[in-house]
């Protein structure tokens, strides 16, 4: 094989690739990124054997045609350290790699390619098609619900459920849950769904460049995703998600309109002397105003209050306030609704018409 | 109470189950009545956990290799551990204690200090306690337990011992004495198998020996802590406190295998014996654990520990479980030596898991069926006692095969 591309280009495919790749593995050949050069392309393909990614570079020249398996922190340093303007020559001898740049020489022990797992290919039609920068709002506004270390639970991932023209994202950890929702540009041939890893939640959201369309496919136990430019493919999530429908309430005896900014920096000071045990604040809701208050066994109490549109009789709820701030981040309206029922029934934060929320209270005695 | 009693005293009980195993599994197999019966795993490197004492006449005894226990008494009944049921029922005994007083130091799954001091107004003298203790034991489960009492951890664990099986034994100030001075020097809390040899090779094989040698003589072969440790001991002195687990940092289980052990069916059912233990006691002290630890030695006495922060505080078996089985495989892969000692411990103890509710009770916590039966009963115990947890077995019938 022997190849010529832009570094810049290299380190875009690299940066993603390579953050599949695992540091440690037991078999070498893991650690190591794929190259495929034929036709006028360079793939670059990485797995960990559960997220798989194929880069095609198309602005490069290949001089013959074949392939190379190499230590992928290796190659990102290499190419971290180029010059961006600078051209890279990849050229294999056996299974010994020299990458040639201006000014620098590198020989480069790596394997066999053929020893590489392969890593699955988008083929036939997509399911659906969705603007990337619509996925990647939605991806912002639930990946951060998922159980972070139920590995392989059901919630460690994401439920994406596409029927007509729309895609619905559901996330929770047990204790809150995030909905949001968005259109497809092509719809959806019939009704899917799947759970999917949040490492490939984030992968899209790192390659996310605002102005891609996305082709969705969900076959089997895999999901892809492919652009012009690459594809992801990843394995689904085994079980069965929560039904979710069951947990967001329908109806309130409350409801609150609360400026999004504000709240946040309110719950952020409520919650500045609690610790990790006593980790609620404490919400006292009245017309025209709600005050957050947080204590720490060992270091004190603070209040704060935020001015609110209230209809409802008044009422107290304690809420974890990471909760909160994590949806507050998220949320892209001025202004939030918030429905209440009782201090020990979930509460459902909205924002416009596309993002529910909600947050199971705590039990501050 | 006679005129030894004194208004600083205290009053320990320790409570020993007698054959806890063997007992448990005569509650559901009458057949096994007046049987050797061996609990323990036959696999080729399964080890004793249990003999009834039939086949302790015969020389079995816990810990021994499970082939030389056939050999020594060919005609046993070898029945695998049912884990859970141990659990069940030592959750019943446990009951029982805290009925007598709120101060219960767990030391495994069948044996536990019991402070009594503050109980006597109430509840009467503390050998009244201990053989309504012993009766309610019997009465209400069908066990036996063997009770020392004495005005210390150490005397009382003494005590227990010395009448076994369904003994009550006072060790009362004035008779410790002689009681101590012709026990072995084995013995002694702390004292090993090579602390034993170091007093052994000095002529001290009893513990009147050890009390009588001065202390300096003591310091020259061992630190002048345990020197001075081992003399209190041998004055029958300890004032350990019971460290109960409302006030505990950590709740942990481990046991020493007197056989290096090698059998990671019988490491596990230990883990799961261990887990369920500590769980159980996280919520009857109300608290919550934010981190899992195992220990493990080998051998050669050196000693590892594994721990894992978990995602969010808990109490419930299952999590625990799950976490320890992990640390405890990838510790395996790591290093597969034969066991000497394995422990679990629940590690950053909170009073509540913060009080967050959950939105959907128990079905995030796992997929498979048996974990929600487990986490159901782990529910029901705590909200109904133990009444309900019948109709829960029956769901899940655990045979011994």
Redesign the interface.
Known sequence: MKVIAQTSALQEALALAGSIVVARSPKPVLQCIKLVAEGDTLTLMATDQEVGCRYLLTSVKVEEPGEALIPADRLSGIVREAGSDEALTIETDGETVMVTGAGSRFKLYGYDPAEYPSVGEFSDGADFEIPSAVLGDMITKTVFAT????SH???SGVLWEAEGTALQLVA??????AQARGSLSAPATEAKSAIVPAKLMSMLQRSNRGDERLEIKIAGSQIFVRTMRMTLVSSLVQ??F??YED?IPTGSTATATIPTTEFQHRVRQAALLTN?????VQLSFAPGVVKISGRGPETGEAEAECAIGYSGDEMQI?F?PAFVIDAMKVIDTDEIALDLSAS?K?ALIRSGSDFLY?I?????? | MGLWYNAKMRWILHVDMDEFFVAVERLYDESLAGKCVLIGSKSPRGVVATASYEARAFGCHSAMPMTRALRLCPHAVVVRPTMERYGEWSGKVFDIFTRFTPLVEPLSIDEAFLDVTGSRRLLGEPIEIAREIKRAIRSELGLVASVGIAPNKFLAKIASDLEKPDGLTVIAPDATRQTLDPLAIRKLWGVGPKTAELFERRGIRTVGQLRTMDLDILESFLSPRAAAHFLSLSRGEDDRPLVTDSRAKSIGQEQTFTVDNDDDETLHAVLLDQTLQVARRLRRAGLYA?SVSIKIRSGDFRTFTRSR????STQTTEVLLQKGRELFDAFRREKPFPVRLLGITAESL???G???????SQ?????EKHKRIDSAVDSITERYGDSAIRRARQIDPDEPS
């Open positions: 159980a972070k270390a139920h639970y059901a919630i929770t950890d047990g204790h809150r849950l079980g069965n929560p039904k947990v990790e045990e006593s980790r609620g304690g974890n020990n979930p909600v199971m209270p705590v039990d501050l005695g | 934010g922060k978990l995602p969010e909170s009073d509540s913060g009080g967050q509710m959950s939105l959907f079905t995030t916590r796992g997929d």
